[in-house]
């Protein structure tokens, strides 16, 4: 298992050495992201956390539909730098940005209650079972009852490697495992994700919603 600050050095050098859409994830319209976030039926005042932003296209997308309270977490300080660098000035106002790692307890500490968790490509990087745990702990720390939560992973038939490293594949049922019975399943999809160099890469995507506000354990 990398320790934290090997994770952080590992993807602030991928940001660094490669442009934004070259980047294997790099999506020039989240289309999957967006459709499963409109199915939540939210108002634009709605909080939604986008774990795991780099320097994703959502977050430009989700200002553009008029959401004006977003949460941009990212492992490197370098991804959202680009991304708050690419947004025009009036545009970074409704949203907080956080550095941090979600399998650390602190990195969400400063964030209040979210609506949405949008998760696109940080969970299959978790190999090892403590890691996941401790993201699921940060993920049930913020999300409100009856919240959702959006996970996209690369599915049993997906890659086994991305970006140098090992991850772990899932489909819909491992991911309900994983976060347990107080969220519940509404939605499930496969998407066939083309990188920028044609490869294809399947993935599947979650929708979940909280249904157990049950005090977590101390």
Excluded at 88 to 108: H, M, R
Excluded at 148 to 165: E, H, K, N, P, Q
Excluded at 167 to 183: C, E, H, K, W
């Amino acid at each position: 298992m990398p320790s934290r600050k090997k994770r952080q050095a590992h993807w602030n050098a991928t940001y660094k050495d490669t442009p934004t859409n070259q980047l294997g994830w790099y999506e020039e319209a989240p289309g999957p992201s967006l459709d499963l976030i409109t199915e939540c039926d939210l108002p634009t005042s709605a909080r939604i956390l986008d774990a795991g932003s780099g320097a994703t296209t959502l977050i430009d997308a989700l200002i553009d539909r008029g959401y004006a309270d977003l949460v941009a977490v990212d492992i490197s300080e370098v991804a959202l730098q680009r991304l708050q660098a690419r947004l025009a000035p009036e545009e970074d106002a409704p949203v907080q940005w956080i550095v941090g790692d979600l399998t650390d307890p602190d990195t969400l500490a400063s964030v209040d209650p979210v609506d949405v968790w949008h998760d696109r490509a940080v969970l299959h990087f978790l190999t090892d079972a403590a890691d996941r745990a401790a993201y699921v702990q940060s993920l049930r720390s913020v999300v409100k009852p009856g919240g959702y939560v959006i996970i996209a992973a690369f599915a049993l038939d997906g890659a086994t490697r991305c970006s140098g490293l090992d991850v772990r594949n899932y489909d819909a049922s491992m991911i309900s495992n994983l976060l347990g019975p107080d969220f519940e399943m509404e939605q499930s999809l496969n998407h066939t994700y083309h990188q920028p160099s044609g490869a294809p890469r399947p993935y599947v995507y979650t929708r979940f919603r909280r249904v157990n506000a049950a005090a977590d354990p101390a």
